[in-house]
């Protein structure tokens, strides 16, 4: 038998008896449900012909290794890095010994206090929190847990302020600066502000890559350290699937395909490698070495970072009327709610066209 509670217009809690335990005391499954009374009836109707299997006293932490291991093969180098590191932050908490048919929405909540209280930022508490909502919703899908609890939980962030950008003539200075440096510098720093690619993208390009205007991003380099803190070795430097691991194309300006073109003729002959010559791509951290010589022989800020040239040509397209779908297509971004979020606040420029073009309509009485 199912029982419908609606908890807020638009929010269902779907309860379903599902038979007694070892002892004969009844047993029952929940799912929340956003959307209809329909679509309530519909999830009802689900839990009563087949309920959930029971998780089997699998953990929290049993969870987060599950989907780890799951999504890790179609994952980045540096997402299967990033994932793992933030798991384990979650697993050094009480909450992953937390049986997940006992987690609750509280327990997420009294863990953000922990971790509050113990002097973690706002930014490391969120993608913790991102860590443990995608396990769960991985463990819902395979019928450990009924509800995503962490999916209910809110973490109340303070408000921050959007990173500032930088201007155009910072950009143009540290691009100059980079030419003198080494043309392929004043190159990366160029395609870093015309196509917004990330770091590790950069490095993973070639001159095939190039097909008029249209430059494809495809992979990134990942690095790959061996030997201990006293025995460095020389890292492996692996052509990984970009961070999304999907592929786009860029169109690029006459300037930058000409820059291009010009270092093509004069390096390919020893590699295909768009910014180092020879058959080992450049390396992503010498890249951020050129960017901090180039910083500092430009004279521009030194908060500014590499990626805030990825952040300045979001920002930039943005806010001079470029529709968001476009521009987080050129970004690489999975998922356009994304570049909204993050730059949100570059409408500012095109919400003022918008007021211009609405009060010039009020005012033409043709």
Same mark, same amino acid.
């Given at each position: 038998?199912?029982?419908?509670?609606?908890?807020?217009?638009?929010?269902?809690?779907?309860?379903?008896?599902?038979?007694?335990?070892?002892?004969?005391?009844?047993?029952?499954?929940?799912?929340?449900?956003?959307?209809?009374?329909?679509?309530?009836?519909?999830?009802?109707?689900?839990?009563?012909?087949?309920?959930?299997? @029971?998780?089997?006293?699998?953990?929290?932490?049993?969870?987060?290794?599950?989907?780890?291991?799951?999504?890790?093969?179609?994952?980045?180098?540096?997402?299967?890095?990033?994932?793992?590191?933030?798991?384990?932050?979650?697993?050094?908490?009480?909450?992953?010994?937390?049986?997940?048919?006992?987690?609750?929405?509280?327990?997420?909540?009294?863990?953000?206090?922990?971790?509050?209280?113990?002097?973690?930022?706002?930014?490391?508490?969120?993608?913790?929190?991102?860590?443990?909502?995608?396990?769960?919703?991985?463990?819902?899908?395979?019928?450990?847990?009924?509800?995503?609890?962490?999916?209910?939980?809110?973490?109340?962030?303070?408000?921050?302020?959007?990173?500032?950008?930088?201007?155009?003539?910072?950009?143009?200075?540290?691009?100059?600066?980079?030419?003198?440096?080494?043309?392929?510098?004043?190159?990366?720093?160029?395609? @870093?502000?015309?196509?917004?690619?990330?770091?590790?993208?950069?490095?993973?390009?070639?001159?095939?890559?190039?097909?008029?205007?249209?430059?494809?991003?495809?992979?990134?380099?990942?690095?790959?350290?061996?030997?201990?803190?006293?025995?460095?070795?020389?890292? @492996?430097?692996?052509?990984?699937?970009?961070?999304?691991?999907?592929?786009?194309?860029?169109?690029?300006?006459?300037?930058?395909?000409?820059?291009?073109?010009?270092?093509?003729?004069?390096?390919?002959?020893?590699?295909?490698?768009?910014?180092?010559?020879?058959?080992?791509?450049?390396?992503?951290?010498?890249?951020?070495?050129?960017?901090?010589?180039?910083?500092?022989?430009?004279?521009?800020?030194?908060?500014?970072?590499?990626?805030?040239?990825?952040?300045?040509?979001?920002?930039?397209?943005?806010?001079?009327?470029?529709?968001?779908?476009?521009? @987080?297509?050129?970004?690489?971004?999975?998922?356009?709610?994304?570049?909204?979020?993050?730059?949100?606040?570059?409408?500012?420029?095109?919400?003022?066209?918008?007021?211009?073009?609405?009060?010039?309509?009020?005012?033409?009485?043709?």
């Amino acid at each position: 038998m199912a029982t419908m509670r609606e908890r807020k217009p638009g929010v269902w809690e779907v309860r379903v008896f599902v038979g007694n335990d070892d002892i004969g005391r009844p047993k029952q499954v929940s799912r929340t449900v956003r959307g209809t009374k329909r679509d309530a009836q519909r999830a009802a109707a689900e839990l009563t012909v087949a309920p959930p299997a @029971a998780a089997d006293g699998r953990t929290v932490a049993d969870g987060l290794e599950a989907w780890i291991a799951t999504h890790a093969p179609t994952w980045a180098a540096s997402t299967v890095r990033d994932q793992t590191s933030r798991a384990s932050l979650v697993k050094a908490d009480k909450i992953a010994r937390v049986p997940l048919a006992r987690l609750t929405v509280a327990d997420v909540d009294r863990w953000h206090t922990r971790l509050r209280a113990a002097g973690v930022g706002e930014s490391s508490l969120r993608n913790q929190h991102l860590v443990l909502r995608a396990s769960l919703s991985h463990a819902a899908r395979w019928g450990w847990v009924t509800t995503n609890v962490a999916a209910l939980a809110t973490l109340g962030r303070r408000t921050t302020k959007p990173r500032a950008a930088m201007t155009a003539a910072d950009v143009r200075a540290v691009i100059e600066a980079g030419e003198r440096l080494d043309p392929a510098a004043g190159l990366a720093f160029r395609l @870093a502000a015309i196509t917004g690619a990330r770091r590790a993208e950069l490095c993973a390009l070639v001159y095939r890559d190039l097909d008029g205007d249209r430059l494809t991003i495809d992979s990134s380099i990942a690095i790959e350290r061996t030997g201990s803190v006293s025995d460095r070795q020389v890292p @492996a430097l692996l052509d990984a699937a970009t961070k999304t691991g999907n592929q786009r194309v860029v169109r690029l300006d006459e300037r930058t395909v000409a820059v291009i073109e010009a270092l093509r003729r004069e390096r390919e002959p020893y590699g295909p490698w768009m910014l180092q010559a020879g058959e080992r791509p450049l390396n992503p951290e010498r890249l951020t070495g050129w960017w901090r010589f180039a910083r500092r022989d430009a004279g521009i800020e030194t908060r500014w970072r590499l990626h805030d040239l990825r952040h300045w040509s979001a920002t930039e397209a943005i806010g001079r009327g470029h529709d968001i779908r476009t521009v @987080a297509g050129r970004l690489g971004h999975a998922n356009p709610a994304m570049t909204l979020r993050t730059y949100a606040h570059a409408l500012d420029g095109a919400d003022a066209a918008v007021a211009a073009t609405l009060a010039s309509a009020l005012e033409d009485t043709s």
